[in-house]
Structure formats: C-alpha cells, structure tokens
C-alpha cells in the first residue's frame, strides 16, 4: 500500500501547492471494454457507458439519497456528512451531465480501491448501517425503520440488499481512501486561527456612505444614446419564456396527525406521579384539566418535518418511481394525471404562460436548494428522446409542500425589438452610469476624508466636506445585525480587513451595487472565553479537513482529465 501511496507523491505535492495559493476548489486508466446495450452516452479512451449504465448510475444516486434522507429523520448527521461528501465529490446528483461524470468517477474510484485493497468486511457495513443509519433518537438500532427501507424503499428502486451493502461498502471505501491521500496534510494553524479570531471580533466603527440614487436623478440619456446602448447588448432584451404545465401540489394532512397524536395521547396510562396528582382532584377537575391538556397539544417541528419527508417519500414511491418505470418501458408521455387522482391530489393544467405569470404556489424557491422552480422550469427540455425530460423531480415548494409537474408545451425566449426593449435599455443604461460615478465619487471621498483625517480634523467634519451620509458607534459583530445598516456583513468584512484607528477601502456594495461605503474602525475586541477557545481549536481542524477534501477532490478530478472522456448527449 505504501508504494501505491509514493505513486502519487508528486500530484500530493503539486495539490498542496495549488491549495496554498487558492486555486484548487472544492467540487486513471479504465481497463477493458464492459458490456454494453443501447446507445452510447459516455465514450473514455478505454470504456463505454450505455443508456442503462446511466440509468443504473441515476438509482445508486437516489439510493445514497435516499439513505441520507433516512439518516437524518433517525437523527443520524454523521451519515448526511459523510453521503454528502461521497456523491458530492464524484459528483453524484443534479443534472444528466453530472451523473454521466459519476459514471467515470465511480469507475476512477475502483480502480484506486483494487490499488489499496479498500474492501470494507460485510461486518463494517453491517456496523454502520445498525450504528449509523437505521438508529433511532435513542441510539438504538430500529428495525422496524431497516425493514421498512429494505422491504419497500428498496424495492421502489428496483434495487435488493446487496446494492444497499454495495453503497454502503463505497461509502466506507471512500472515507478511508480520503485517510489515505489526506494523511500528510496539516492545516496551517497560525494561519486558521487569525481567520477565526477575525471572524469573532466585536468593532466599534462609523459607516461613511453615498447612495446611487442621489446619481440616478441626474442622468437623462437621449434616445439615440439608448439605442447604441441596445446595439451593443442585444442578447440580453429577450421576451420571457413560457410554459404550458400539468401539475399537483401536495402537503401533509396535519390536522389528522395531531388527531391521531391527541388519540394515541388519550390512551395512554398514566404515570403515578399524574395519578398521585389526580388524587389530590374533583373527578370535574380531572376531566377539565385532561380536555385542557387535549386541546393545548401540537405537532412538534420535528414532527411536522417528519411528515413532511414522509409524504415526499411517498411521491417518489409511488408516483415518480412508476413514473420512469413506464417510461423505461416504452411510454411515450409521463401519465401524472391517474397516478396523483389515486391518491388524492388534485390535478392542475395551466394555459400557456410566462413562467412569472404562472401559478404563485408553483413559483419561488426549491426547498433546501439554491435554485428556484422559476430555474427549473427553464431548464426543462422538450427536445429530447427521453421521456422523463418532460417530468420534474419532487420539488419542495413553500414551507412544508411539494410540487411535480410535467411540462405540455415549451416557447422558448426570442430577442426583444428595439421599441419592446427601449425602456429597459434606458433603465440599465442609467443605472450603469451611476455605478461608474458613484465608484468614483466614493473612492474620491475616502481619499479626501483620509487627508482631512491625518490633519486632525474630526471624523463628522471630514464626512460633511465630501457630502457623506455618516452613522457613528455603531457595533458590529460576524452574525449580528444593527437596525440602522442594511449591509452588516459587508461592513464587518470590511473593518476586519482594516487597522484600529484606520479606514477601509471604499467599496460599491453588491449585488444591488446602489450604495459607496467605508468605514473607521475606532475600536476591536476578542474576547478569550471558553466557547472562543474551542472555535480556535475548531477552526484548525476544520482547516485541515477542508485541505483534505479539496486534495481529494483534486484526485478525482486529474483522474477524470486523463480519462479522455467524451459526453454525449442524444438528439433528436
């Protein structure tokens, strides 16, 4: 094992490197030619994947995702970390390009297994699963959740035990292999702890401002000017996309959960310290007191979560599943409609729309994601062989709903005429100036204030001379807000790059960019308590941890380059 280790000794070396100056992120031969069937979806220098090789790489993802989503309802956090950073760093999830990289990656990983002899005893994996995955709260293994994720969730994938064990035994594989390649690597300390001290300091420090507005007024640009303006960013005036959609919407019942929990409640027995209580009652205040504690009974927000994964469980079971079931089996279109009525979901079609004019509980964010169904939408095809490009994912919508939806028709956006795009050329044509004049002016202001301030004038006085809006004692820390700055942490990142007694660069605030800013430090502080000498400890090793998974991930990726690999997409 050690000579395979020495093997890569020069990329070990090369990786640090690259992570020291900040340009490696977080995100190997194959041999022989495996069987294939179907068209070829991805071509490396010694192997083939065919369609069913995706397809069987699309279940293992939903498998490892579906044993993260079971994790965390056991409570189980260790799991999530450690699912998330497999299909994480073999880029496990997402679109159809990513599963087809973890086809590779996967292929890269075994390899580099048979290397190390990274094969995890049936025991491990049997360990981890009692201890990791299917325990309860309590700590204690639940087999009633095992049996019911083997028994129906598996079967749901049309996977068996064997490939639960198989993922498993990756999973092992990998965290041990990412031992192996991270086992040289030490975290700068020094250098982790000044991050952490800078990071939990309390300043006290005045804001010197400019608002874009004040430079908006008085920019008038004439037509001809807007019109050149168009000319040069044509591609960026298109009409809005439209879409024509079946869909369901779906929320837990939870008024018969809490009825159910009220019941379950009621028949109870009571412990002897309740009965030692009632003894000291009136059979009337016992009865009162009892309808009382009825009635002020809830759902937890654990439990409310729960039933809200539950249900989006049973989506994907019974309705997504079977879905790409018939799909796979030559449907020609995703059938939400009988599938959804069995089960009692109303079924909505909408006209052809733009995607901002359709339905409100079908627009905005994807629960737990950092795209939006707006995004989604968008990235819906119609032009495709497959089916199931027409057909969502279980998507979170609103605080505790979900959302699948087939997409009917497609128009997709068309560059705007002048006359449609004039008013919008005109807007961004001023807002454009403004920025250049607000970026000048406030880099001009802080340079004034800087002099007026080395010659002993006071800080309201400098700030009046150069027109500048100035809040003073203000304090700031990393998580803390302060009523009256709409930029807190642009105005801690900024005063912790700054001396005491000193001010900042001036900056333009993104992503809105309608306000100049710099401040005057006056005054720091870190206090040294307990819970900031444990962040100091902590913040070496997550550091280090950190270091270790982008040299994995730097693995991975040299692995992937080397392979010579081509993605093909089918058309049409």
Known sequence: MLENIRKYTGLFIVVLVLIFVGLVFLQSNMSGRGPSSGPIMVKTKDKTYAYKDVQKAENEIRLGQ???????QNGSFDTYGDISQYLGTLEGGGNEEMTKRYLVHRENFNRARKEFGLYPSKEEIDLYQREKVFTGRDGVFDDESYNQFTDKGLRNLGMTINDLNDFI????????????????????????????????????????????????????????EVKTYW??????YETEAKRRLTYFTAAPDFDAALAK???????????????????????????????????NLTLTPEERKKLVDELGLTIEENIWVVL?????????????????????????????????????????????????????????????DNVMDTLSEILGVGQESWLMYRVDEAVEPTEKTFEEAKEDAKNDLVQEKAEEALKAAIESAREEVAKALADGKPLNEAAAEQNLKLAEHLTFTANGQVPSEPNPRDIFRLASQTKTGEISSAEVIEPLMDRGVFVFVKERTFEENEQNKAGLTRAVSTQQQALRMALVQHWFTAQFDESEVELVTLKN
């Open 66 to 72: 579906r044993i993260l989503q079971t994790s965390i």
């Open 169 to 224: 035994g990756n999973l092992l594989a990998f965290k041990e292999f990412t031992n192996i390649l991270g086992a040289g690597v030490v975290a700068n300390e020094e250098a982790a702890q000044e991050s952490f001290i800078s990071n939990s300091q309390q300043f006290t420090l005045s804001t010197l401002s400019l608002d874009l507005a004040d430079f908006k007024k008085d920019i008038s640009p004439t037509d001809e």
């Open 231 to 236: 000319e040069e960013n044509k591609g960026r």
């Open 261 to 295: 929990k009220k019941e379950e409640e009621a028949g109870k027995e009571k412990t002897p310290a309740e009965e030692a209580a009632d003894a000291e009652k009136t059979p009337e205040q016992i009865a009162a007191d009892d309808k009382a504690k009825a009635e």
């Open 324 to 384: 790409q079931g018939q799909i796979d089996n030559g449907a020609k279109k995703a059938e939400i409609e009988p599938l959804a009525e069995e089960f009692g979901y109303e079924v909505k079609t909408t006209e052809l729309l733009p995607i901002s004019e359709l339905p409100a509980e079908i627009r905005g964010p994807v629960r737990g994601t950092q795209t939006t169904v707006e995004q989604e939408l968008l990235d819906a095809s119609l032009n495709s």
